[in-house]
T-cell receptor, first 112, second 111 residues
Framework: DVKVTQSSRYLVKRTGEKVFLECVQD?????MFWYRQDPGLGLRLIYF???????EKGDIPEGYSVSREKKERFSLILESASTNQTSMYLC???????????FGDGTRLSIL | QKEVEQNSGPLSVPEGAIASLNCTYS??????FFWYRQYSGKSPELIMF????GDKEDGRFTAQLNKASQYVSLLIRDSQPSDSATYLC???????????FGKGTSLLVTP
């Protein structure tokens, strides 16, 4: 079974803090993704990575950056957290372009 | 932005009935189609995927794809209360690596 692990289930941070969300997959997948999910808005793609050190902006990249130094790990960084970044953050990975994405358990992030 | 449309529901079906969930998409270049189940407060879980026109069956689940009509559906036979969840339809984009997700259909199976 594919295992995608997100470092925290719940996280509370303060406005202006730099926040790191970590995601690790154990299946040697090429592609990794970060989404946020908000009521009424559905899943929205923030960033994705198609290989180590390679990244592309998704649909809502503003206020976020990412890092992928090793194949198994994909980090999402909130450069200066704001209250409108309070959300459920979901990491996903997949082996190839037409294959299913597998999700981690999610991180519910609250910015106060 | 290419769209994936789903009826938000809730779709209510009695236990043991067939639940039919529908999805339309606008990107004609989409090649892969996925159904995810999401329980409240949990992350999406892959249920089915389909690449070719026609039906694909897995246990109580059947995915149906009609590329000419740009239509994907998920049938759940012998619905159980544990099937109560939100079902997300997702399709690959014609260009690039990302998926387009629908906003999901809420299914309620009543005992």
């Amino acid at each position: 079974d594919v295992k995608v692990t997100q470092s925290s289930r719940y996280l509370v941070k303060r406005t202006g803090e730099k926040v790191f969300l970590e995601c690790v997959q154990d299946m040697d997948h090429e592609n990794m993704f970060w989404y946020r999910q908000d009521p009424g808005l559905g899943l929205r793609l923030i960033y994705f990575s198609y290989d180590v050190k390679m990244k592309e902006k998704g649909d809502i990249p503003e206020g976020y950056s990412v890092s992928r130094e090793k194949k198994e790990r994909f980090s999402l960084i909130l450069e200066s957290a704001s209250t409108n970044q309070t959300s459920m953050y979901l990491c996903a990975s997949r082996v190839g372009q037409l294959q299913p994405q597998h999700f981690g358990d999610g991180t519910r992030l609250s910015i106060l | 932005q290419k769209e994936v449309e789903q009826n938000s529901g809730p779709l209510s079906v009695p236990e043991g009935a067939i639940a039919s969930l529908n999805c339309t998409y606008s990107d004609r270049g989409s090649q892969s189609f996925f159904w995810y189940r999401q329980y409240s407060g949990k992350s999406p879980e892959l249920i089915m995927f389909i690449y070719s026109n026609g039906d694909k069956e897995d246990g109580r689940f059947t995915a149906q794809l009609n590329k000419a009509s740009q239509y994907v559906s998920l049938l759940i036979r012998d619905s159980q209360p544990s099937d109560s969840a939100t079902y997300l339809c997702a399709v690959t984009r014609a260009f690039g690596y990302a998926l387009n997700f629908g906003k999901g259909t809420s299914l309620l199976v009543t005992p």
